[in-house]
């Protein structure tokens, strides 16, 4: 499978603790996002990546969120403390950027579900 | 700033009956445009993408798109819907200026009928 993957793909944490997930973007592309969906809503962008750079954190991702990069290639998103206000769908995907003709098409993850009790 | 209206919270469409989703972008700039959908639990699929030339384009399952700058719109349309379209569909709109991000409605939902 060379799509985007994501682990874990459901996740139920108590209020309060730590909780990761991993992001494998398609092997090629440069560009990884992380996006949050809750219930009823369409995607919110979260952060992004060019390689290892993180290029933009949106006023979304309190401090409590980081998101890592380390070799340009799979990215972890972290949420240290969690909230109830946390449970979401958190959905990664990844593009290829470059002098060519870009599309900015975005190909998504199964997305990761957090639910915080 | 980029951001996409959806009108629609929720539709229901029998089946074999057309199929319309509205989209309304505002960005100033020449925009990207896409559709993607959603199946419950899954992650997102793109159905078709605009950037430039006809303004009329086709994508999978069926599905067709136009753009319409003086409506500042891009609404979907598939011509018999089958029971498996039954889903959430997303517009989203990006621009090379903004660096691509994508930006996202709240969506629509359609069900269909037997």
């Known amino acids: 499978d060379t799509g985007v993957s994501q682990n874990p793909r459901h996740k139920i944490t108590k209020r309060g603790q730590n909780v990761t997930f991993r992001c494998d973007p398609i092997?090629?592309?440069?560009?990884l996002y992380w996006y949050r969906q809750t219930l009823g809503q369409g995607p919110e962008f979260l952060t992004y990546?060019?390689?290892?750079?993180?290029?933009?954190k949106s006023r979304l991702l309190s401090d409590r969120f980081s998101a890592e990069r380390p070799k340009g290639s799979f990215s972890t998103l972290e949420i240290q403390r969690t909230e109830q206000g946390d449970s979401a769908m958190y959905l990664c995907?990844?593009?290829?950027?470059?002098?060519?003709?870009?599309?900015?098409?975005?190909?998504f993850g199964e997305g990761s579900r957090l639910t915080v009790l | 700033a980029q951001s996409v209206t959806q009108p629609d919270i929720h539709i229901t469409v029998s089946e074999g009956a057309s199929l319309e989703l509205r989209c309304n972008y505002s960005?100033?700039?020449?925009?990207?445009l896409f559709w993607y959908v959603q199946s419950p639990g899954q992650g997102l699929q793109l159905l078709l993408k605009?950037?430039?030339?006809?303004?009329l384009v086709q994508g999978i399952k069926g599905f067709e798109a136009e753009f319409k700058r003086s409506q500042s719109s891009f609404n979907l349309r598939k011509p018999s819907v089958h029971w498996s379209d039954a889903a959430e569909y997303f517009c989203?709109?990006?621009?090379?200026?903004?660096?691509?991000?994508?930006?996202f409605g709240a969506g629509t939902t359609v069900t269909v009928r037997a």
């Open positions: 995907a990844s593009s290829l950027v470059g002098l060519a003709l870009n599309t900015g098409e975005l190909f």
């Open positions: 092997s090629e592309h440069n560009r």
């Open positions: 990546f060019q390689n290892e750079a993180q290029l933009e």
């Open positions: 960005y100033g700039a020449t925009p990207y």
């Open positions: 605009y950037f430039s030339g006809d303004t």
């Open positions: 989203a709109v990006g621009a090379r200026s903004n660096d691509y991000k994508l930006s």
